[in-house]
């Protein structure tokens, strides 16, 4: 068994009965080819829970400073995160996820950039867009619902991929096929609260 598939099986026996997880839409997640995994951020949990709810290993990318932190830098590399720099355009992890949607893995995403301090969806980030325009990866939204409460439920709802051919075709900007992707997003939120 792999690290991955060891601090799955711990996180999920933990997570999963502690904030009663519930997970929709599994059908819609593609069982083979590169999947670029897009969610709200609602807390510091999202990555555990959707990574448990996933019926595929995801590579998260992830902000830089949790690899600094004593007992995360040791586990993160082990658990397919990637690295990045906030704030700029940081070549090095746009080369990496790449790579996983192009060997045909799954790359984990949170849009937004950065947790939402009201729960609310906020503006998603041009990355989005840019890996999704980059690789012939199929692109599924997914919605965080709950607030984490201990024996609340919290849902995890995968929507159906994206129809991305039109938006590949015309060339259309990073932005605006982020703006399309929140929209999805948004459509599982208000739908499943």
Do not use: Q, W
């Amino acid at each position: 068994m792999t690290f991955y598939g060891f601090a799955r099986g711990v996180v999920k026996t933990v997570l999963t009965p502690l904030y009663r997880v519930k997970v929709y839409g599994k059908e819609n997640f593609p069982e083979t080819g590169g999947v670029l995994l897009c969610s709200n951020h609602i807390s510091e949990l999202d990555p555990p829970v959707v990574g448990i709810s996933a019926p595929r290993p995801v590579h998260f990318i992830a902000k830089e400073e949790l690899f600094n932190m004593p007992v995360l830098k040791m586990i993160l590399p082990h658990v397919n995160a990637i690295p990045i720099k906030r704030g700029m355009s940081d070549r090095n992890a746009l080369r990496k996820g790449l790579g996983v949607l192009k060997d045909g893995n799954v790359l984990g995403l949170f849009p937004e950039g950065t947790r939402s301090k009201t729960g609310e969806l906020g503006e998603g980030l041009a990355g989005a867009g840019f890996f999704a325009l980059r690789t012939e990866a199929k692109v599924v939204p997914c919605a965080v619902i709950g607030n984490y409460k201990p024996f609340r439920t919290t849902k995890v709802v995968y929507g159906k991929p994206i129809e991305m051919e039109e938006l590949r075709s015309r060339k259309a900007s990073a932005e605006e096929v982020t703006k399309v992707i929140m929209a999805e997003i948004k459509e599982l939120i208000v739908k499943n609260r």
